[in-house]
């Protein structure tokens, strides 16, 4: 069994080498960095398999040039950024082989819409053409395995490893049969390596805190695309009032790299957000979780113009069997 000093140090010295390259994708689209693994919120559930159903809210209507909140079409570009809504749900499945080991699958949903202003020159006018896109399609396939290094009632620490697979389609396009940009498609059209790492310290009977590590890296580029790198820095603390009722809170950080690629658009793209997330979680039952969070950005810092949200907020249930 490790000591909990040195898990603590393992934890801090992935933080210290994983350090990103910051970005993020102009159009906008997104998944909500709010930590519900069972790690944390569905810790102790009874059952050795877990059966998660999300849903994520994230309405990115605000204009974003470096920190500062801007107009549509105040800074000149090519095109303006207007709106993305993104309406993600997420499946997920994970089952405990051993008491060490578990494997998980995640399949979104992402339904999405997005809005944009074309500035067309031609025959030395400008040409204002409205452009927008609306699909629902399934996402990346996420798997991943989670090793618990130290597992207790008061601490645990463990580390994951998975794939994020090219499952999601990259040539969407609308009525007018105009493709939606690289950065907006379902899918990103490569195979992401994900590691993981999370460490988890009871205070008392009542409160824990709770830190976590995820990065993704794509392996190579897909028809003239290659995403950012990402990386997602969760600290947390989380109360509970008797066996059911929990309210955690969570402070999210994330990195996201420039794209790269002919299709891609590394000068709008890239970010740093920080967030805070208070929720609340309440069990049915032994097996049966309900959970719900709302974010708020309280730091964002995008490259070029990008659509950033005001808030976002996450709803679902777990079911364990």
């Excluded at 997104?30 to 849903?55: E, I, K, P």
């Excluded at 927008?132 to 989670?146: K, P, V």
């Excluded at 990103?188 to 590590?213: E, I, K, P, V, Y």
């Excluded at 603390?237 to 066996?243: A, K, L, M, S, V």
Aim: aromatic share 6%.
């Amino acid at each position: 069994m490790i000591p909990f000093k040195h898990a603590t140090a393992a934890l801090v010295g992935a933080l210290a080498v994983l350090t990103p390259t910051l970005a993020g994708a102009s159009c906008g689209s997104a998944f909500c960095s709010v930590n519900t693994s069972s790690a944390f919120l569905r810790q102790g559930m009874a059952g050795t398999t877990r059966a998660d159903l999300r849903f994520e809210f994230i309405d990115q209507k605000q204009p974003r040039h470096g920190t500062d909140a801007v107009s549509v079409g105040e800074i000149s570009a090519h095109h303006d950024e207007v709106r993305t809504l993104n309406r993600n749900l997420l499946a997920t499945i994970e089952h405990d082989f051993t008491g060490d080991w578990s494997v998980a699958a995640t399949l979104p949903l992402v339904d999405r819409s997005h809005e944009h202003i074309h500035n067309h020159h031609h025959d030395g006018e400008v040409l204002h053409i409205h452009d927008s896109w609306d699909f629902t399609e399934i996402g990346d396939l996420r798997l991943t395995a989670r090793h618990e290094l130290l597992s207790g009632h008061h601490r645990s620490a463990g580390v994951s490893l998975g794939l994020k697979l090219p499952t999601g389609k990259t040539d969407i396009d609308n009525e007018d049969g105009d493709e939606a940009e690289r950065s907006l498609q379902p899918g990103t059209g490569t195979t992401d390596l994900l590691l993981g790492a999370h460490l988890r310290q009871a205070l008392d009977d009542d409160n824990q805190l709770f830190a976590s590590l995820a990065a993704e890296w794509a392996t190579a580029e897909h028809d003239g695309f290659r995403p950012g790198h990402r990386v997602h820095v969760d600290l947390g603390w989380q109360h509970t009032f008797g066996d059911r009722l929990s309210l955690p809170l969570q402070l999210n950080v994330a990195f996201k790299g420039r794209d790269r690629g002919d299709e891609a658009e590394p000068e709008d793209s890239g970010s740093t957000t920080v967030a805070l997330s208070p929720g609340v979680s309440f069990r049915v039952s032994p097996g049966w979780l309900v959970y719900a969070a709302w974010q708020k950005p309280i730091y964002q810092d995008v490259n070029g113009v990008q659509l950033t949200p005001n808030w976002s907020a996450v709803v679902g249930t777990t079911v364990a069997f």
